[in-house]
């Protein structure tokens, strides 16, 4: 299948605009409780994320999605993983992140980086973000709420096996999934284009 700009009407293209400003990150606590995403909306959504552009077709990232009562596995090994490493920095409010977050959401994907060392690794970072974002507009557009959350048991190497992951492959959050309540929302804005853009006209 072929696409091109050429074949976008206007109309469609505003929505694109739309879509893209209008999206937001919504905190599980803002999610409604009890509400579950249907099954193929979510492979849906997974699928969309896969069609993010990927330095030699490397397609490093690497999905682990835990729905109904893998949730409380999840939860689980988040919450014993922390407080078997935090030492010091333990915090009884992180914990209780770990533990309810999931339980409060329809799903939660695991968002991995198969490392391929034919590319550098900035390019399969910015590869899996990009599927992250497809994956994020995907769900603002049939309605959803969603969250990608850097936290929790991201950066602990002894977290890597229990989601399928190598030494060398890089766990990077996790992306939180459910239907927003009502009147939920999230305030966001962006600096000047100006302070962030340099032209070159001759």
Not at 45 to 70: C, D, I, Q, S
């Amino acid at each position: 299948m072929t696409y091109s700009a050429a074949t976008t009407p206007a109309a469609e293209a505003r929505q694109i605009t739309q879509l893209i400003r209008g999206r937001r990150s919504i905190q599980p606590v803002q999610f409604e409780p009890g509400r579950t995403i249907p099954t193929e909306l979510v492979r849906e959504l997974l699928e969309n994320a896969t069609w993010a552009p990927t330095h030699k077709r490397t397609e490093p990232w690497y999905f682990v999605v835990f729905a109904g009562e893998g949730r409380q596995k999840l939860a689980d090994f988040q919450a014993e993983l922390y407080r078997a490493t935090a030492g010091e920095k333990f915090q009884e409010s992180k914990l209780d992140k770990m533990r309810n977050n999931p339980l409060l959401s329809s799903h939660i994907i695991a968002i991995g980086l198969k490392r391929n060392p034919e590319v550098p690794v900035v390019e399969e970072v910015a590869a899996v973000a990009c599927a992250v974002q497809n994956l994020h507009l995907s769900a603002v557009a049939h309605g959803l709420a969603g969250f990608w959350s850097s936290g929790g048991v991201t950066y602990l190497p002894e977290a890597k096996p229990f989601f399928g992951l190598g030494p060398d492959d890089q766990l990077l959050g996790f992306f939180y999934l459910g239907y927003p309540k009502p009147g939920a929302s999230a305030r966001s804005t962006r600096k000047p284009l100006e302070e962030k853009v340099t032209w070159v006209l001759e």
